[in-house]
């Protein structure tokens, strides 16, 4: 077995969930989605044996090759960044978590209608405002989310964020409660929004804590990667 802890770091991650959650106050349900990229197709198996039934890969490239590869019920998250040209490959996903641009929306909503199946989404939020991170800033989304919500090839679902790398509590809680703020402004502008996808493998219990409902880990579950 290649992953021999998977079952019991799950348990244990479940377990950080729970009580977070509680801390939180908050009641949400957190979905863990794990994150396969760099790992073989046999992490995705591992993860489906596990109980996992929601992965995530964040180049579709390499996404596909392990769809082909395994042939196991999960739901395959999209969670990196996205080229206009490829938007065609959005039809292997159950939800893309890094819609980062307005450009990138109308190409998105233009193969929802052409398949006759909306996309489902999460925009990526550039809470912190770092020059070198995708996403909407506040301002953008203030801007933006009314004219996405006639899209009607693209379903907005929720948000995801990423903490900036080194970040200590009080700016992880600054940038997840942004986050959620920003939840509401998408709600706000009458998308169907509920998601708030946010911590990785180093902070996700302060993310579940400020409410987050997927979680993204990697290392946590499969060890680091080369
Ligand atoms: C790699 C990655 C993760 C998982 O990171 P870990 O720190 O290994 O848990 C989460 N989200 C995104 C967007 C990633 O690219």
């Known amino acids: 077995m290649l992953f021999p802890e998977l079952e019991a770091r799950v348990a244990e991650v479940r377990s950080r969930i729970r009580a977070a959650v509680e801390r939180g106050g908050r009641g949400q349900t957190v979905t863990i989605v794990a994150v396969t990229k760099t790992h073989g197709p046999e992490a995705v198996l591992a993860a489906s044996e596990a109980g996992l039934a929601d992965v995530g890969e964040n180049r579709v490239q390499e996404a596909v090759a392990k769809m082909d590869a395994v042939s196991v019920p999960v739901r395959w998250h999209l969670i990196g960044h996205l080229q206009r040209n490829k938007v065609k490959s959005l039809d292997r996903f159950t939800l893309f978590h890094a819609l980062d641009s307005g450009r990138l929306a109308d190409a998105v909503h233009a193969f929802g209608v052409e398949r006759g199946k909306s996309v489902d989404a999460l925009v990526q939020v550039n809470v912190a405002g770092e020059a070198t991170k995708g996403g909407f800033s506040r301002a953008e989304l203030e801007q933006q989310m009314v004219k996405l919500a006639s899209l009607d090839g693209l379903r907005i679902r929720g948000v995801m964020t990423m903490a900036r790398l080194g970040a200590d509590e009080v700016e992880l809680r600054r940038t997840f409660a942004g986050a ?22 180093n902070d996700y219990e302060i993310a579940v804590e400020e409410g987050a409902t997927m979680v993204r880990l990697g290392t946590t579950l499969f060890g680091a990667r080369e």
Not at 180 to 201: C, D, I, Q, Y
């Open 180 to 201: 959620r703020e920003a939840l509401a402004v998408v709600k706000g502008a009458g998308h169907p929004a509920t998601e708030l996808s946010m911590g990785m493998s």
